[in-house]
């Protein structure tokens, strides 16, 4: 897939490559560790799953969106999850990436979409509402690493 250009920005988005990871990991606000190198590498190379970069003209990356692919017996189909980090916090920006991945995961057959998010980030969860998504019955927990 070629770089696309969002509406309204000088923003381009494109798929994740492996050398994007110290960029991408630089977004997320994390420190770059062999562990986390890997799974970025095995996620871009996952059939199952979408990773792109947002970035500016210059070649710096703004954002990172991540689309996981699953199929759901709730859902009836295929489901997406959606996972969104930026640095740069321009409207515009926020409302193109989403736009970018409904239309990713529409494409792909995905009959419901649902964001994960960063609980600080309020105004991409309003900008999120304001687009249909609603809260929905989930409950996370945090897995502890098998001995």
Request: hydrophobic share 45%; with cysteine.
């Amino acid at each position: 897939m070629a770089a696309r250009l969002l509406p309204g920005t000088t923003t381009r988005v494109r798929r994740g490559r492996r050398h994007d990871f110290v960029h991408v990991q630089a977004v997320l606000g994390r420190a770059v560790g062999d562990r986390a190198e890997r799974l970025y590498c095995r996620m871009t190379r996952d059939l199952g799953k979408d990773v792109y970069v947002a970035e500016e003209e210059g070649g710096a990356i703004v954002a990172v969106i991540a689309l996981a692919y699953g199929r759901s017996l709730l859902g009836g189909g295929l489901a997406a999850v959606l996972e969104v980090a930026r640095r740069s916090t321009e409207p515009r920006l926020g409302e193109g990436l989403v736009a970018f991945a409904e239309e990713r995961a529409r494409r792909r057959g995905c009959r419901e979409l649902a964001a994960r998010m960063d609980g600080a980030d309020a105004e991409l969860r309003a900008m999120l509402v304001a687009r249909g998504f609603r809260p929905a019955d989930v409950l996370v927990t945090e897995l502890s690493q098998a001995v």
